[in-house]
């Protein structure tokens, strides 16, 4: 079976992404594989500390292996992860990818604890890739009413920025600001910088990754795609049909789960 590298790399070059999907229990985990499975695509698991806490690191992990030891293209994400040490837990845990989440610092704050993490995950074997993020786009996967403070186009990933940040940390996946917003805005979503996906995307090396992409137009993220994002991260969609699924089956009068 392919690594999660080469399903990307793949993705990117023939212009589509994988789909990353946040879970946080068994349930929300057969949701995305067995629609992975009906259509015949790889998908990537997203689990944040969070999610991570409820459903369990080994827990997760396990489910993932079933999934492959039954000839599924299935992945594992440690989404959203604030400190170096839970970025070594997962990579020991082995996870497919890890995310340092360093947005909300300085520049070089984030380099160094990215550097920390790419090197750790290379003294591991380097089975495991590492994600960054530069830019602010919030960090709440909820319904919101306005746009988060310290979101706007001057926080945007400027293209000479990612390419120093990749070139200083090593990162094998990178997450741009580009308009995107973590959770869904009540009042409609910021259209997404395309040409700033594509300005970057020219300057770095790594496959690209669209963070926040729930409440964005289908139009939108498929501009992005094509201009170089290559796997797209859906969380608060889900989160509201999975609530939406609960209410409506608490109304039916059925018992069984």
Same mark, same amino acid.
């Given at each position: ?8 790399? *793949?993705?990117?070059? +023939? ?21 992975? *499975? ?16 409820? $459903? ?29 040490? +839970? ?78 940040? $990749? ?26 910088? $395309? ?55 608490? +109304?039916?009068?059925? $018992?069984?789960?």
């Amino acid at each position: 079976m392919k690594t999660l590298q080469e399903v990307v790399l *793949e993705a990117r070059d +023939k212009k589509v992404a994988v789909g990353h999907f946040n879970i946080s229990d068994s349930e929300g985990f057969k949701a995305v594989v067995s629609a992975a *499975e009906v259509l015949g695509v790889p998908v990537v698991i997203g689990v944040s500390e969070g999610e991570r806490e409820f $459903i369990g690191v080994e827990e997760v992990v396990a489910l993932v292996k079933i999934a492959r030891d039954n000839g599924l293209p299935v992945f594992l994400n440690a989404d959203h992860t604030y400190s170096v040490e +839970k970025v070594k837990e997962a990579i020991d845990a082995g996870f497919d990818s890890v995310i340092i989440d360093f947005a909300n610092k300085s520049f070089e704050e984030n380099v160094a604890a990215t550097r920390e993490c790419v090197e750790y995950a290379k003294s591991k074997g380097g089975h495991t890739l590492v994600e960054a993020e530069l830019g602010f786009i919030g960090q709440s996967s909820k319904i919101l009413e306005n746009i988060p403070d310290g979101v706007s186009e001057e926080t945007q990933t400027k293209p000479e920025d990612a390419k120093r940040f $990749i070139e200083e940390t090593g990162v094998d996946l990178f997450a741009p600001s580009v308009g995107n917003i973590h959770g869904i805005v009540k009042g409609g979503e910021p259209d997404l910088n $395309i040409s700033r996906i594509q300005a970057i995307s020219q300057a770095v090396s790594v496959p690209l990754v669209l963070h926040g992409a729930s409440g964005n137009s289908d139009a939108d993220i498929r501009a992005a795609i094509e201009a170089g994002i290559a796997m797209v991260h859906i969380n608060t969609e889900l989160r509201v049909a999975y609530k939406e699924g609960v209410e409506e089956g608490l +109304k039916s009068g059925e $018992i069984a789960p």
